[in-house]
T-cell receptor
Framework: AQSVTQLGSHVSVSEGALVLLRCNYSSSVPPYLFWYVQYPNQGLQLLLKYTTGATLVKGINGFEAEFKKSETSFHLTKPSAHMSDAAEYFCAVIYQKLVFGQGTRLTINP | NAGVTQTPKFQVLKTGQSMTLQCAQDMNHNSMYWYRQDPGMGLRLIYYSASEGTTDKGEVPNGYNVSRLNKREFSLRLESAAPSQTSVYFC?????????????FGPGTRLTVT
């Protein structure tokens, strides 16, 4: 069965610092991979997705993620955190159905 | 273009009561989904409808029923609510149920069962 693991349920960084949110998946075939963001009291919205082709994927709000097949990883990064990035982030993988990781809450310190 | 809408936004039920959560999408999507979100568990699929006229169980279907009323609407019913069903419920839709199609989410319904 497909599974997604997000390392760290809570990540805290200073404003302007690098954001790194980790995601590993279990799959024997190349999956489709997604990162979603959830702002407080809102639904999820798509940050970026990997389907095929270039392994470095750029998304909205300056986020990007790199698909590494050998490491079965799809980590999310942003070079410089902004206060507005505070939210919960979900990694998800789809083979037949969408399977979500448990989420990582990102806090930005001023 | 409202996207995915859900009603109600909040609901408090007593154990044993029933209710229906409504979901509608205006993007002409074929597939629709119901998820529940619980702290530390991400989103778990309750039921989905790959296309109008079909519904299938997801990961956690017990205690729920669904109806795909038409292409736009997909409702979730709790026949006899239990405290374990206290959660935030999200409806989503996508162009199709498999492949790399993005799912679009509604704003959620926060349900408390006492």
């Amino acid at each position: 069965a497909q599974s997604v693991t997000q390392l760290g349920s809570h990540v805290s960084v200073s404003e302007g610092a690098l954001v790194l949110l980790r995601c590993n998946y279990s799959s024997s075939v190349p999956p489709y991979l997604f990162w979603y963001v959830q702002y407080p009291n809102q639904g999820l919205q798509l940050l970026l997705k990997y389907t095929t082709g270039a392994t470095l994927v750029k998304g909205i709000n300056g986020f990007e993620a790199e698909f590494k097949k050998s490491e079965t990883s799809f980590h999310l990064t942003k070079p410089s955190a902004h206060m507005s990035d505070a939210a919960e982030y979900f990694c998800a993988v789809i083979y037949q159905k969408l399977v979500f990781g448990q989420g990582t809450r990102l806090t930005i310190n001023p | 273009n409202a996207g995915v809408t859900q009603t109600p936004k909040f609901q408090v039920l007593k154990t044993g009561q029933s209710m229906t959560l409504q979901c509608a999408q205006d993007m002409n999507h074929n597939s629709m989904y119901w998820y529940r979100q619980d702290p530390g568990m991400g989103l778990r699929l309750i039921y989905y409808s790959a296309s109008e006229g079909t519904t299938d169980k997801g990961e956690v279907p017990n205690g729920y029923n669904v109806s795909r009323l038409n292409k736009r609407e997909f409702s979730l019913r709790l026949e006899s609510a239990a405290p374990s069903q206290t959660s935030v419920y999200f409806c989503a839709s996508s162009e199709t149920w498999a492949g790399n199609y993005e799912q679009y989410f509604g704003p959620g319904t926060r349900l408390t069962v006492t």
